[in-house]
């Protein structure tokens, strides 16, 4: 193989992808990236076997070729290079000269071979999505996934893809997020659901600016999303996903529409003070004012106080302080409207006067107020 | 013992299991599942929630299911339940019921740590039990009213735990709320020792007298322990007099039941005392049809094999149920369908027996060649200081009876004869009888040490020297 390419457009398709190289694996190959050309440039890859990604960026080729080196010390070398056209040429199977004016590398790599085969997905049949909805359905809800592994399943965020309507939701078993998009015109005829390791929405988020059209493909357990200049392919998570319907309260007959921004800064204040393990703040509304308190024994307490549009009959709830503020941050509106039934219910949280056409809702499980 | 026989038999079962699931399955399964116990073919393993239990469930337990017979060489269901006493989570969740939801009775149930396979709807009705069962449903219909207190007796392994058990379910997943609690005597004993010992016996008699319903299994368990009697004396008065239901099973009729204070063994009558009895030959086709219905397996044993079980194995429900999960493995390793051939192949290798078990000449295969019937009788008659003619006779006095009923019952050990043979070589008695008496020799065996050693002395003179018997 024998190349030219900017140091700039190195650099970047080597940022891209750096991020999904496992750091530490068992198999060798996996902490490199596969460097190949292609039609209209150069192609760089990397996977921990569970997610691949790839990028394109336009090269000159002379020879056409492919190797595998070592991910970290190629990203480094082409963000230390020198201003100027990189030329990378392999010696071998093993060895890829990396030579941009005076600098000269010689990196030891592992052949072509070695590096693990894609699954094939294919692409073109399933329809296409827009990066900017894959955008607001991910920022919306990949936080709230669980990061524990007694319940594996929820470790995944649920893309369900219906007749009209497109959604995500994200739950740790705590609290849940969902966001729901209308479609354009059906992408299929009856409604499908991936389980995505939030790891590669995360590459999806990073790959695919917004605005571009990204062709989906699925091929039994894995899922890809591709553009004229990037692809993530992912393994999905085995279903089926719980029946987040269910959980989602209907009848919950008291609700206050708070200030975010307050209510942020006075959660953010209780959360000093609040214990490690639990975050938990105990929130009391009563008429027009929101009271906050914490105690924790061993290290002290706190009280606040807001000014609420509440109705209802007092009420006294408590929660994770960090759960409600995590919430907080990803509402789109200045305003939130929390209901609530009892405390011993979910709660839910949304955006208050929105006028867009997607729909957001967030539910947080209440904490136990022991006596 | 239970618990450790559940850790081998999961180890072995996920062992063979693993090809079968993804590695993200697998872990999944090994590291939210304790094996705790393993009972009735039934492996019940421990999980942190409701959530992963359900989850399990659905996911994992027909598919350990089906691996178990290769992987054990025997059917087993797996089941999945909660660790009761991890302590109640700060932060709630939303996949777990909470427990003052009206889904209350969930926990309840699971509290009750019942058998979910002993419910009315699995259990088969016959002459034998038609009484215990309609009792048991009236209980469960309306408690505390009629049938208060139901005393059910009977043989080992007929159903009176299911009985008792089903009561329990119907009445704990019906609304009102009813305090209801179900435990073997032995654990009524072994609480009410830790009551005392702890000094906790406002709380103990807060547990059992505070009831609607208290369901006490195995009651002659309390013979000879009379604390325990007198405790369960008030407990059973509190709970008489304000109305509340009762339902105990033991091995026999009350009165029958030695070292139990007076008081109590009247009380046990002051309801209804039903008996449940060994099925017949018809009855017992029923249940191992139902058996096989609830396992999903309706199709798996042809008819004719059912009737061949039910009319060669005489023994209790459980012997039964035992014989059809010894043949299902038996085919499923012989990789064959479920034939008559094969099922007395698979009952003899198994040591099942199965009278009637003719050879090409027409002689009893495992019979000894020189030992009739006739030796029987009279080895029994030495034994017993009487007569062959006395055991042949017609006569009812308890000193001939007696020694009938063990001759019979070696008879159809050591000869494997049929019934209707013994019936005629015994004065022309009916099949049923010999049923009958055979069943009243087992029980004196267990109740009574002198007929125990008289009929194994019978039996190991039988068994040795039969020529020298012929001499005779």
């Not at chain 1, 592994?149 to 740790?172: D, F, Y």
């Not at chain 2, 019921?97 to 149930?109: I, W």
């Not at chain 2, 990789?335 to 003719?358: D, M, S």
Request: proline fraction near 6%; charge should be negative; include cysteine.
């Amino acid at each position: 193989m024998r190349i030219t390419i900017s140091r700039e457009k190195l650099q970047e398709s080597l940022s891209a992808v750096v991020s999904s190289v496992p750091s530490k694996s068992t198999l060798p190959v996996l902490a490199n990236v596969l460097v190949e050309t292609v039609e209209r440039g150069l192609r760089i890859s990397a996977t921990d076997l569970d997610i691949a990604v790839s990028v394109q960026a336009p090269a000159d080729i002379e020879v056409q070729g492919a190797i595998t080196v070592p991910a970290r010390k190629l990203h480094e070398i082409s963000r230390e290079l020198p201003a100027g056209p990189v030329h990378l040429h392999t010696v071998g199977e093993q060895r890829l000269n990396v030579e941009c004016g005076q600098s000269k590398f010689r990196l030891l790599g592992l052949p072509k071979d070695e590096f693990p085969a894609f699954p094939v997905v294919a692409f073109g049949d399933r329809g296409v999505v827009q990066s900017s909805d894959l955008h607001r359905l991910i920022g919306h809800t990949a936080f709230a996934v669980s990061v524990e592994e007694s319940r594996p399943i929820l470790n995944g965020v649920l893309w369900e893809l219906g007749q009209s309507q497109q959604r995500m939701v994200a739950t740790n078993g705590h609290r849940l997020a969902k966001f729901e998009l209308p479609l354009p015109q059906a992408s299929a005829s009856q409604v499908e659901q991936f389980i995505i390791p939030p790891k590669a929405l995360e590459q999806v988020r990073k790959l695919f600016p917004e605005g571009e059209e990204i062709q989906l493909g699925h091929a039994e357990n894995h899922l890809g999303f591709q553009s004229p200049i990037a692809s993530v392919l992912t393994r999905l998570i085995e279903g089926p996903y719980p029946n987040y319907e269910q959980v989602i309260p209907r009848d919950n007959d008291r609700s206050a529409v708070v200030n975010r921004a307050n209510l942020t800064s006075a959660l953010r204040r209780m959360a000093i003070v609040a214990s490690d393990q639990t975050h938990r703040v105990r929130l009391s509304f009563n008429t027009a004012i929101l009271r906050f308190s914490v105690q924790t024994p061993d290290l002290g307490e706190a009280q606040d106080e807001m000014a609420v549009d509440y109705a209802g009959d007092p009420l006294e709830i408590g929660f994770n302080g960090m759960y409600l503020l995590e919430t907080l941050r990803y509402m789109p509106t200045d305003e939130v409207r929390i209901t609530f039934k009892n405390p011993e219910r979910a709660a839910t949280i949304e955006p208050a006067s929105w006028g867009d056409s997607a729909k957001y809702l967030c539910l947080v499980m209440p904490l136990r107020l022991v006596d | 013992m239970s618990a450790s026989d559940a850790a081998e038999k999961w180890e072995r079962l996920v062992t063979f299991a693993r090809r079968r699931l993804t590695d993200h399955a697998f872990h999944s399964l090994t590291t939210s599942s304790t094996p705790a116990t393993y009972n009735g073919g039934v492996l019940t393993l421990l999980v942190p929630d409701y959530f992963t239990a359900k989850w399990n469930e659905e996911k994992f337990s027909g598919e350990l299911a089906s691996c178990a017979p290769q992987a054990l060489g025997h059917p087993l269901a797996v089941k999945f339940e909660i660790q009761e006493d991890r302590p109640q989570r700060v932060q709630m969740d939303l996949f777990i019921e909470h427990r003052s939801d009206a889904l209350q009775s969930q926990t309840l149930q699971r509290s009750l740590k019942l058998n979910p396979r002993y419910t009315f709807e699995n259990f088969v009705v016959g002459k034998s039990n038609e009484l215990a069962a309609a009792a048991a449903s009236a209980v469960a219909e309306v408690p505390g009213s009629v049938y208060n207190p139901l005393f059910i007796y009977g043989p080992t392994g007929l159903g009176k735990t299911h009985l008792m058990q089903a009561i329990g379910h119907a009445i704990s997943s019906a609304p009102p709320g009813r305090r209801i609690r179900y435990l073997p005597a032995e654990d009524f004993t072994n609480a009410y020792i830790d009551a005392i010992q702890h000094r906790s016996m406002q709380q103990f008699r807060r547990q059992f007298r505070e009831l609607d319903v208290l369901l006490v299994d195995d009651i002659h368990f309390l013979r000879g322990k009379e604390a325990t009697q007198e405790e369960f004396h008030h407990t059973f008065n509190t709970l008489y007099e304000a109305g509340r239901q009762i339902v105990m099973t033991s091995d026999r009729a009350p009165s029958e039941i030695p070292g139990i204070e007076a008081r109590l063994v009247g009380r046990f009558q002051w309801g209804t005392v039903a008996n449940i009895d060994y099925p017949d030959a018809e009855h017992r086709t029923a249940i191992l049809q139902r058996k096989l219905e609830a396992e999903h397996l309706a199709h798996a044993i042809p008819h004719a094999v059912l009737e061949l079980l039910s009319e060669h194995n005489q023994g209790n429900v459980r012997d039964l149920e035992g014989a059809v999960v010894t043949l299902l493995a038996f085919a499923s390793l012989r990789k064959q369908p479920v034939t008559i051939a094969l099922a007395h192949e698979a009952l003899r290798i198994r040591g099942i027996p199965l009278a009637n078990q003719l050879s090409t000449d027409g002689t009893h295969k495992n019979a000894h060649p020189s030992l009739s019937i006739a030796q029987v009788q009279t080895t029994v008659a030495a034994i017993w200081n009487t007569t062959p003619e006395g055991l042949r006779s017609k006569s009812r006095l308890r000193l001939l009876t007696l020694p009938r009923q063990a001759a019979m019952l070696l008879c159809r050990d050591l000869l494997r004869s049929t019934l209707t043979e013994i019936g005629i070589a015994f004065g022309g008695r009916d099949h049923s009888t010999v049923i009958h008496s055979i069943q009243r020799a087992e029980l004196e065996a267990t109740r009574d040490t002198e007929f125990q050693t008289k009929l194994a002395t019978a039996r190991s003179i039988l068994s040795v020297v039969p020529e020298q018997l012929a001499n005779n």
